[in-house]
């Protein structure tokens, strides 16, 4: 997998939109951008994934830059049940595998 | 309600014991997959399995063994070999060839006595 930084932690307030980079310049031109959180205590959940557009769901925004050296993940309206560590990943030859490379992450705090 | 169960969700191992954690799936999905986390660490690769009665060692299978006779069940056994097994397991799935979207059970801890 190509290697993705994050912060290590963030803290946001409540309603307000949390915004959460990743670094990843070594990523290659076919290669995706995933993210993932995991609550604790609990599994971790899929969120979005991307290639060169952003990308909108349900759950969050990713806006991934034109050199594709660096993405962010919003969450538009955070609330206290975001709170969780958010790992973004760059997956290489993992559709047959399912080898995921969950590193630290960054550990979100949504405050009231 | 599709999903993936993992039981039970906590699970006390004495020394020289052999346990077996449960993870179904009624998803439909071909792929799946068990990973072991320890506290404030990322996840690891225990075993993966495409289709049934086939599976591959990830990168930390030693003192683990796993059998996939259903589509649906995926059980991992924890033997007496590893010796080191308190922490946190998790079973994913996900469409064949599509590992990198995964749905993940609760997860079970496990403990030794």
């Known amino acids: 997998d190509a290697k993705t930084t994050q912060p290590t932690s963030m803290d946001c307030a409540e309603g307000r939109a949390a915004n959460l980079p990743c670094n990843h310049s070594t990523i290659s031109g076919n290669e995706y951008v995933y993210w993932y959180r995991q609550i604790h205590s609990q599994g971790p959940q899929y969120i979005i994934h991307?290639?060169?557009n952003n990308e909108t769901n349900e759950m969050a925004s990713l806006i991934i830059t034109e050199d594709r050296k660096s993405s962010t993940l919003i969450l538009p309206h955070a609330t206290l049940r975001d709170t969780a560590v958010y790992y973004c990943i760059v997956p290489h030859g993992s559709g047959n595998t399912g080898k995921l490379i969950f590193g630290q992450g960054t550990t979100l705090q949504v405050k009231p | 309600d599709g999903g993936i169960t993992q039981s039970p969700k906590y699970l006390f191992r004495k020394e020289g014991q052999n346990v077996t954690l449960s993870c179904e799936q009624n998803?439909?999905?071909?792929?799946m997959y068990w990973y072991r986390q320890d506290p404030g660490q990322g996840l690891r690769l225990i075993y993966y399995s495409q289709i049934v009665n086939d599976f591959q060692k990830g990168d930390i299978a030693e003192g683990y063994s796993v059998s996939r006779e259903k589509k649906e069940s995926f059980p991992l056994t924890v033997t007496s070999a590893q010796k080191n097994p308190t922490a946190f397991y998790l079973c994913?799935?996900?469409?064949?060839?599509?590992?990198?979207?995964?749905?993940f059970g609760p997860g079970t801890r496990l403990l030794v006595l």
């Open positions: 991307g290639l060169k």
């Open positions: 998803l439909n999905h071909d792929a």
């Open positions: 994913a799935s996900s469409v064949q060839g599509r590992g990198e979207t995964q749905y």
